[in-house]
């Protein structure tokens, strides 16, 4: 449960925490929560100095150049009618334009040297090992470091465990939230799947929040998906791990297949008795194994196949659906028990099974979603309105923080291809379609925010199906889904055409904001290897690539060192674990360091843009988070996968990208800007993420909060009191 604390700016500041417990008396929790909220008393909703309500679609990666060459075209009527009506420009992003520093600025009008957040991925540098930078999971006193499965590598789990009674999750986001200022000026606010907002922030009288990107799954991971094949190779055994997903061998006889769904950790489970018993058997039989899944509760899995048709009945527990070949089911409600000599556990959730192929029989299960009708843990503020959601729209959803799939599109072998994959997104985007509709139904005043994820979670995995210089160009492919890009921008017009029907464009306030843009991703940078062979970085045994842990560094002769997506971080001595570099000699280092990188590149082309230094375009920024500098990719390059875990491949600098995750932005900030369109006029220059929160502040007369750097857009007299942001300005 949330630890109780006073409303107000107090409370905000605080780090948000919230209990996740694998039981059943969470639930009852919960319902007591619900209960509470229930009975609170509610007073008229604020309106605009123009007597209006405000509505924002947050439409993540939506790019100004793809957005006005579809204008042009003649292919965004609504879009059109907007800007005719306001303003369209685009919006300077953060760096680095990675989504959960980019959704910071956003929610707290700050740039990361308020928020703390420059990466999906931070290092500790007390103890040298990464973690995610949104949150943290906390069990019995052991910090959890969970990284996001893009990042993930297999083995990880077994090297720093999964919580199994009970966790505590934290926000690491620091600083106010804008919605907090608009509860004490009475103003409601709902806010749909904004992302980094896992846990859920404190409740209070005026908001209504989903999570967003950052929710994990049941696990308590990014999502880790399950498949069940009758035609596993033989190599693999009865089970094979990736990244982000288990694969399961199926042995059929007389067209009946068995076997189970795996969660989390029994929370009777003993480890330390477990172990014990193990190492007596071990010491009795040298050839004694482990039994795989000791402690983890789990569902029986029965498939039956029709002997005469491409169909399948799938029995999870006690629940069973009938399934043809190519055909999605709708959410399935499981339990998972725990079993053998510690029974009396259970936990359930949510999944959704996919039949790819009856003979051989393969079958998808989607990661295993918190219920929004009976949540295990939180997804959102009050803890009843995820439920409620549900209820409206008749059908259980998606609460897991990005659920389009990219781990079983990219696995070995493919569990999904682009065609599953994109039946896949189809659904959640129908999904998210009937909710949004209800929402603009039940908008009559105050701020209304709804979050798109397929403008960017599309871009990224068929950005390649565009650019015919890209390594994964497939001309084949190409032809069947090179559109896919283009039509998800039309069903964004779409969207825009359904909440006119809901707003007044005379007197209300229509905004439509991205995060970033996009650029093709063909060539991957191996920051570290780059630094071992220039001298800075000593790795005598390369890091595998299965690998993600520092500790094959010579770290008494290494220098600098880069983990996250952009991040270069300088071994300082009194800082790091075993840093090495004197805190003087730190700048002039860096220098040498940015001099050499902006001279690197593949075949002439130049891969690097820029190098920031981190203190001095964030002046705020915490010495012992923040990476000390930032690399600026050109377009079509970016830090490596392998460079995002910390490992040193002995493969050169560049590595071609030859994987479905095809388009990114994680590159420098000026080369992806997002978009801002308005029915009003935007009355300051250089418009960035940071100044959307006190333009919506400005419309309901309320002044922004202390630690602002954001100006208002619309009323450019009323400045942040906060503090200035750098020159040049750097989100």
Same mark, same amino acid.
């Given at each position: ?425 189809? !659904?959640?985007?129908?999904? /998210?379609?009937?909710? #949004? @509709?209800? +929402?603009?139904?039940? =908008? &009559?005043?105050?701020? $209304?925010? *709804? ?75 191996? !920051?570290?290897?780059?630094? /071992?062979?220039?001298? #800075? @970085?000593? +790795?005598?045994?390369? =890091? &595998?690539?299965?690998? $993600?842990? *520092? ?87 970016? +830090? ?92």
């Amino acid at each position: 449960m949330r630890k109780t604390r006073s409303q107000g700016a107090a409370e905000s500041r605080a780090p948000a925490r919230r209990r996740f417990r694998l039981t059943l008396a969470a639930v009852a929790l919960a319902s007591l929560g619900a209960a509470v909220w229930s009975g609170c008393a509610r007073t008229a909703s604020a309106s605009t100095k123009q007597g209006g309500k405000v509505l924002v679609l947050g439409m993540d990666g939506l790019d100004p150049k793809l957005l006005q060459k579809l204008l042009d075209a003649g292919k965004m009527p609504n879009f059109a009618k907007l800007i005719a009506k306001g303003s369209f420009s685009p919006l300077e992003t953060s760096m680095p334009p990675q989504s959960p520093v980019a959704w910071s600025n956003f929610i707290s009008g700050a740039n990361p040297g308020v928020h703390q957040i420059y990466d999906f991925v931070h290092r500790d540098p007390t103890t040298m090992r990464p973690y995610l930078s949104t949150s943290r999971i906390e069990d019995k006193g052991k910090v959890i470091p969970l990284l996001p499965d893009r990042v993930k590598a297999p083995g990880l789990d077994e090297m720093y465990g999964m919580p199994n009674v009970s966790a505590e999750q934290e926000s690491l986001r620091k600083g106010d939230q804008f919605w907090d200022a608009l509860n004490r000026a009475n103003v409601d606010t709902v806010m749909y799947r904004v992302p980094a907002t896992y846990p859920p922030p404190a409740a209070n009288s005026r908001l209504k929040l989903i999570t967003g990107m950052g929710t994990p799954d049941l696990m308590g991971g990014y999502g880790e998906f399950t498949a069940y094949f009758e035609d596993l190779p033989s190599q693999y055994g009865d089970e094979k791990s990736v990244a982000g997903g288990r694969l399961l061998r199926l042995k059929m006889k007389d067209d009946v297949g068995r076997s189970a769904l795996y969660g989390p950790m029994n929370p009777n489970f003993d480890t330390d008795v477990a172990h014990e018993k193990d190492t007596k058997k071990r010491e009795k039989d040298p050839n004694y194994v482990v039994p795989p899944h000791q402690g983890e509760m789990k569902a029986e899995v029965v498939v039956q196949r029709d002997p005469d048709r491409a169909a399948v009945l799938l029995s999870i527990g006690s629940t069973s659906v009938l399934l043809n070949e190519g055909e999605f089911s709708e959410w399935l409600p499981v339990t998972l028990e725990g079993k053998g000599p510690y029974p009396g556990a259970s936990v359930s959730a949510i999944v959704r099974a996919f039949l790819i192929s009856a003979r051989p029989v393969k079958i998808y299960l989607t990661p295993m979603n918190i219920d929004p009708r009976h949540p295990i843990a939180p997804v959102s503020t009050p803890t009843n309105f995820a439920r409620d959601v549900a209820e409206s729209i008749g059908a259980s959803f998606w609460t897991q923080g990005i659920p389009e799939d990219s781990k079983a599109l990219r696995s070995n072998p493919q569990v999904l291809d682009n065609a599953g994959f994109l039946k896949a997104a189809t !659904l959640l985007e129908a999904e /998210r379609r009937r909710q #949004y @509709l209800r +929402a603009l139904e039940d =908008f &009559k005043s105050g701020v $209304l925010f *709804f979050y798109f994820g397929q403008t960017d979670q599309l871009a990224h995995h068929f950005w390649r199906e565009t650019d015919p210089d890209h390594p994964a160009y497939d001309p084949e492919e190409a032809k069947q889904f090179g559109d896919v890009i283009e039509k998800t921008y039309l069903d964004m017009d779409e969207c825009l055409a359904e909440a006119m029907k809901h707003v007044d464009l005379d007197k209300d306030t229509l905004i439509i904001m991205s995060d970033h843009g996009f650029s093709s991703f063909r060539w991957g940078f191996h !920051l570290n290897t780059w630094l /071992r062979d220039n001298g #800075y @970085l000593d +790795a005598p045994n390369p =890091f &595998k690539r299965s690998r $993600l842990k *520092f500790d094959d560094i010579n770290w008494g002769a290494t220098r600098a060192y880069g983990v996250g997506i952009n991040g270069l971080y300088i071994n300082v001595a009194g800082r790091e674990k075993n840093g090495i570099v004197d805190p003087k000699d730190k700048r002039a280092l860096m220098e040498e360091i940015a001099a050499k990188l902006m001279e690197v590149k593949r075949e002439g082309e130049p891969a690097i843009r820029r190098i920031y230094f981190t203190k001095d375009i964030y002046p705020g920024a915490d010495d012992k988070v923040a990476p000390d500098m930032l690399v600026g990719y050109e377009a079509n390059y970016r +830090a490596s996968w392998d460079t995002s875990g910390g490992d040193v491949p002995n493969e050169g600098w560049f590595e071609a990208n030859t994987e479905a995750w095809s388009g990114d932005h994680c590159i420098a900030h000026d080369v992806v800007p997002g978009v801002f369109l308005a029915n009003r006029p935007i009355l300051i220059d250089n418009p960035s993420l940071s100044d959307v929160a006190p333009t919506i502040l400005g419309l309901f007369d309320v002044a922004p909060l202390k630690n602002m750097t954001g100006r208002d857009m619309f009323h450019p007299q009323a400045q942040s009191t906060g503090g200035k942001p750098s020159a040049p300005r750097v989100e």
